[in-house]
T-cell receptor
Framework: DTGVSQNPRHKITKRGQNVTFRCDPI?????LYWYRQTLGQGPEFLTYFQNEAQLEKSRLLSDRFSAERPKGSFSTLEIQRTEQGDSAMYLC??????????FGPGTRLTVT | GENVEQHPSTLSVQEGDSAVIKCTYS??????FPWYKQELGKRPQLIIDIRSNVGEKKDQRIAVTLNKTAKHFSLHITETQPEDSAVYFCAASNSGAGSYQLTFGKGTKLSVIP
């Protein structure tokens, strides 16, 4: 499969724990996006990388959230001190120079 | 920031009929408008997109129209089939700064009745 991949696909964690998700974009895509989707809603933008540079962050992204894209390849999204409100599907998308993103399958986070 | 409104939230059509989903956006600087299809439990899939220098784009049974003056854009699906049943999302982006970050509508659940 040469599409966007994400791991893990599901994560259950207790409130207060830290979690980290990984996204592997389509190899020739230099743009990478993280979105969050809750039930019955459209995806909400979290952050954007062009190569290794994090160029935009949503106000939704509290200081408990941090994202990296070392070497401009895969990306990680870490949530510290998880809260129940963090439960959602976390989607990664990658895109070429122009155009919309191609989404990965997502990581479903459940915070108990 | 951008705000995208999408209507209707649910839509049921008979197989073979047409379906139309409408979106409005608030930021006149938005210039790129993709549509995504999301089946239950699956990732959003890009089905068609349109840029602000084009008024209409068609791909087989799917077409998108854009009215920049009114800040409206619509998805038209003709000859609907049961496999078209899914949630459809419109989105808007201002690509001027180089990012294609998207603001999504809340989605339309389309049911095609055989």
């Amino acid at each position: 499969d040469t599409g966007v991949s994400q791991n893990p696909r599901h994560k259950i964690t207790k409130r207060g724990q830290n979690v980290t998700f990984r996204c592997d974009p389509i190899s020739e895509h230099n743009r990478l996006y993280w979105y969050r989707q809750t039930l019955g809603q459209g995806p909400e933008f979290l952050t954007y990388f062009q190569n290794e540079a994090q160029l935009e962050k949503s106000r939704l992204l509290s200081d408990r959230f941090s994202a990296e894209r070392p070497k401009g390849s895969f990306s990680t999204l870490e949530i510290q001190r998880t809260e129940q409100g963090d439960s959602a599907m976390y989607l990664c998308a990658s895109s070429p120079e122009t155009g919309a993103g191609y989404f990965g399958p997502g990581t479903r986070l459940t915070v108990t | 920031g951008e705000n995208v409104e999408q209507h209707p939230s649910t839509l049921s059509v008979q197989e073979g009929d047409s379906a139309v989903i409408k979106c409005t956006y608030s930021d006149s600087a938005s210039n790129y408008f993709p549509w995504y299809k999301q089946e239950l439990g699956k990732r959003p899939q890009l089905i068609i997109d349109i840029r602000s220098n084009v008024g209409e784009k068609k791909d087989q049974r799917i077409a998108v129209t854009l009215n920049k003056t009114a800040k409206h854009f619509s998805l038209h699906i003709t000859e609907t089939q049961p496999e078209d049943s899914a949630v459809y999302f419109c989105a808007a982006s201002n690509s001027g700064a180089g990012s294609y970050q998207l603001t999504f509508g809340k989605g339309t659940k389309l049911s095609v009745i055989p």
